[in-house]
């Protein structure tokens, strides 16, 4: 019975003690623990006693959520098949150097243009992750190697591309055309002016395509069972070297459109970045705490860019930012020691079962 | 009599299950005991107990009458006790006498390797026990017999007096089998005391003084060799009476199913591994592939299924050229095949038993409608094979097949093969590991398809099986085929000299 809700519990667990180690460290430097509480439900819901709801709370939530998202997708998806991307990070940069070249310099009528960018994104996260694919499946080369490499290429390569596009300053493109973003003027508008835009749908529906694929298709079933014994889908007669490919070029894609998003959506141009955002490796951490299960790393992603909102609220209430930091890591430390829980939980479980058993016994 | 061992009241319990339930067993000095059981009886891990590798929950151990804790296998080597594991534990690349003396070296500070006091005593050892070694030859070129005599010779250079040999048998010919008993009983004569783990009755017979049955962890009774038969001590193994001879009726075969001409095939490291075979088989027909394990089975198989590469030479199945195929076509040409490794290629261990049971048909009506797959259609699939082919597991059809047993998840690959109804079916030692229980009901199950006029490629180590269910024997040594011979005009002799390289008319 543990087994079934295991999945469940365990990040829930993890969560749980996360909170309690952020509020332990407050108690020991002496701040107060209810504005922890308050800052966080502020940062989720926008109620704060005192003051009027503002919707622009959840709405920038929801904003900071979507790329987290998409990265806790990729990662999720390539793992579920057997690999860990993380090149992710790169894959976001090198989708976002597409997604904003294709938005500046293919100009297309309506909202053509914002469906063509997007794609951009994403086909250009596939291509980034096809490298490692390919090294993997032709010399059996780590993906993990690769990954982290490209990652600086990334980085750097695209910096110089994106110097170079048209209107360019030292920091930033041009603004991409408006039919080329997904700016929502009534989505902005219910959420009190927030950010808001159409990449929440977006979102949604890859969520559910990720559960769908790898679920309910036969599709699916391939990548999955050549994820997890290669060898074996070979000999079940599946085409194992591509269904690698394929896995890792659809992690690139999701990982692709969350650059799509940062260009598209959270902004409207490209940036130059002085490091890396790093959006692909709390991918790793939302999809580890979601247990790379669709539904899960909705969650966890939104958790996740909830911690991370509300560091300055909890700062203007006189709580160090750091504390964000502090309760996400210990999030995923409890998360990555999940056999320590289980064995707790287990233990616990088998002395309550022990406990009736001898009951009934002595009844 | 003193014993040598003695484990009283010894309970292992592992996560969600018992290995070892209050189990005792006694073992005199100098007398060779088994210890027989299925499967998961609790066998090995009451052996790496006794070795060291794990703890008792409850229990004690006495070595010679003394009460120890072994906590550490060097505590098992201080007290003199030796194990013989099923998968040798030797370098490749150094000589038997390297080997022998390793962990163990006569050296001064920083002078060289001494070997002058070791090859003595590995000489003096040898002829006092008939281990025959040398002491210069590199395991890589050893016989498997060869490098279980250096893994023997290990034990006794450490002065071991209690010598455990887990499975010993399962990787050697017939001849070397003999040997082995014979340097099983030497030991035993010199003075030593032997635990043998089996689950082979014959060789229980052969050599053992006192066998010590266990069932699900428990000692269900310890009897004497000499006064018990095979089948009943089968019967304490499973619990039932058990069946040996496999019921199988002469009868006409028909036409070719699979014709192989000139077949080569290289193995991975780009040598020669099949050499030229050709043979067919026909409707109806079991042929039986013998050998040693490393003759070039596994390569034909391989290149039979698609699994691997032919150099040159041709099959056909049913009249189709086969040959280039891919590993799909080949299933579609009409080709079932039971693996030789279960975990590597027969299952996707982390996948639900249901799973399991599509992997060749996920893609295919009625599992699969457009691109989505029918969980409906896969549970009732599912649920029919497990019921008709007997496959027990925890949680049914939703078991992971990781935790089901081996003898479960073998059965579940050849319910999977069995029931796509193919033409030829290429069967690998589909009984390897697996107690008498599994083993009848496999076989039986082998045979009835032969009856409905299947073709069956056999490849298997275990002449026994070869003998009980082929129609015709094909020996394979250095991937040739040294001989073809008729089930019923050969024996087991004539068998063992051709798996070792030579002609049935020399």
């Known amino acids: 019975m543990l087994k079934k809700y295991e999945k469940i519990i365990i990040p829930l667990v993890a969560i749980i003690l996360g909170l309690l180690v952020g509020m332990l460290i407050l108690l020991v430097s002496g701040l107060d623990v209810g504005a922890l509480f308050s800052g966080l439900l502020q940062g989720a819901t926008g109620i704060k006693s005192g003051s009027d709801l503002n919707l622009r709370y959840p709405g920038e939530l929801l904003v900071t959520a979507i790329p987290l998202i998409f990265t806790g997708l990729a990662i999720g998806f390539a793992y579920r098949c057997g690999m860990f991307n993380i090149g ?183 940036r130059i970045l002085v490091a890396s955002e790093s959006y692909g490796f709390d991918g790793i951490a939302v999809a580890l705490v979601g247990g790379c299960n669709a539904l899960g790393i909705f969650l966890s992603g939104l958790l996740f860019a909830l911690l991370s909102v509300s560091e300055t609220i909890l700062q203007v209430a006189g709580i160090p930012r750091e504390i964000g930091q502090i309760i996400s890591s210990s999030i995923i430390f409890f998360v990555a020691i999940q056999y320590i829980i289980k064995f707790f939980l287990d233990r616990s479980f088998k002395k309550k079962k022990r406990a009736v058993s001898s009951k009934e016994e002595a009844a | ?187 035993k004569n010199e003075g030593k005391t032997i635990v043998l783990i089996t689950h082979k009755l014959k060789e229980i017979k052969r050599v053992a003084d006192v066998c010590t049955v266990l069932r699900r962890g428990k000692v269900i009774d310890t009897i004497d060799v000499a006064s018990t038969s095979e089948s009943e001590m089968a019967k304490l193994m499973v619990g039932r009476d058990v069946e040996f001879k496999v019921d199988k009726k002469e009868h006409e075969f028909g036409d070719v199913v699979l014709k192989v001409e000139h077949l080569n095939v290289k193995n991975a490291r780009g040598l020669s591994a099949v050499k030229d075979l050709s043979f067919d088989i026909r409707k109806g027909e079991i042929l ?90 896969i549970d009732k699939y599912a649920s029919r094979l497990t019921e008709e082919f007997d496959v027990r597991s925890g949680q049914g059809i939703e078991t992971i097949a990781r935790s089901m047993s081996g003898g479960n998840q073998q059965k579940a690959i050849i319910a999977r093969e069995v029931d796509r109804s193919s033409d030829l079916m290429i069967i690998v030692q589909p009984t390897r590991g697996l107690d008498v229980g599994a083993i009848e009901y496999i076989h039986n199950r082998i045979v009835n398809e032969r009856n409905k006029g299947r073709a069956i490629l056999l490849v298997s180590f275990e002449l026994d099986e070869i003998l009980s269910l082929s129609d015709r024997i094909a020996v394979m040594f250095s991937g040739e085929i040294t001989g073809v011979k008729k089930a019923e005009e050969t024996n087991e002799h004539e068998l063992g000299l051709l798996m070792a390289g030579g002609h049935s008319n020399a």
């Not at chain 1, 909202?111 to 490298?131: C, E, M």
């Not at chain 2, 690349?93 to 590995?122: Q, W």
């Open chain 1, 88 to 270: 992710a990070d790169g894959q976001v940069i090198f989708g976002s150097l597409c997604a904003v070249s294709f938005a500046l310099l293919v100009p297309l009528p309506g909202p053509l243009a914002a469906i063509g960018t997007l794609l951009a994104g994403g086909l250009g996260g596939a291509i980034w992750a096809f490298i490692p694919g390919i090294l993997k499946v032709k010399f059996n080369i780590s993906e993990v190697v690769t990954g982290i490499m490209l990652n600086y290429v990334a980085l750097y390569g695209c910096n110089y591309f994106i110097r170079i596009l048209p209107g360019s300053t030292d920091t930033k493109t041009a603004e991409i055309p408006l039919n080329a973003s997904l700016e929502s003027e009534f989505l902005s508008s219910i959420t009190n002016n927030s950010r808001l835009h159409w990449g929440i749908v977006v979102v949604i529906i890859a969520t559910i395509l990720y559960w769908f694929i790898i679920e309910k298709t036969s599709f699916g079933y391939q990548l999955r069972a050549t994820g997890f014994n290669k060898e074996g889908a070979r000999y079940a007669g599946i085409k194992a070297d591509r269904s690698v490919i394929l896995s890792i070029m659809i992690s690139g894609f999701l990982a692709g459109l969350a650059g799509s998003m940062l260009v598209q959506g959270t902004f409207t141009w490209g």
């Open chain 2, 1 to 187: 009599m003193d014993y040598a061992i003695e484990m009283l009241h010894v309970t292992k319990e592992f996560p969600g299950i018992i290995a070892n339930d209050d189990v005792t067993i006694r073992v005199k000095k100098g007398t060779i005991h088994a210890l027989l059981g299925e499967n998961g009886a609790g066998k090995s891990t009451l052996m790496s107990i006794l070795f060291g590798m794990y703890q008792p929950n409850r229990g004690e151990i006495k070595v010679n009458g003394k009460t120890v804790v072994i906590n550490d296998p060097n505590v098992a080597n201080d007290l003199g006790i030796g194990m013989v594991h099923q998968h040798f534990k030797l370098v490749d690349i150094y000589t038997a006498a390297e080997n022998i003396i390793l962990g163990r070296e006569d050296k001064s500070m920083f002078g060289p390797l001494s070997f002058a006091n070791a090859s003595k005593k590995i000489k003096e050892l040898g002829e006092r026990y008939g281990l025959y070694v040398d002491p210069d030859m590199k395991v890589e070129d050893m016989t498997v017999g060869m490098q279980q005599r250096v893994e023997i010779l290990k034990m006794l250079y450490r002065d071991s007096d209690i010598l455990i040999f887990d499975e010993p048998t399962a990787v050697l010919t017939p001849q070397e089998i003999d040997e082995l008993m014979e340097i099983m009983k030497n030991l």
């Open chain 2, 288 to 377: 039986g592939i013998a050998g040693i394990d490393g003759n070039g089975q596994t390569e034909l198989v391989y290149a039979l299924t698609g699994l691997s590469k032919v150099e040159s030479g041709k099959v056909y199945l049913n009249g189709k050229d086969i040959t280039d195929l891919s590993i799909y076509d080949h299933y579609e040409a009409g080709l079932s095949h039971v693996p030789e490794d279960r975990h590597r290629h027969g299952l996707i261990l982390d996948f639900k038993l249901k799973e399991n049971y599509i992997v060749h048909s996920y893609d295919k009506a009625p599992f699969c409608k457009h691109g989505v797959l029918d969980n409906k259609e």
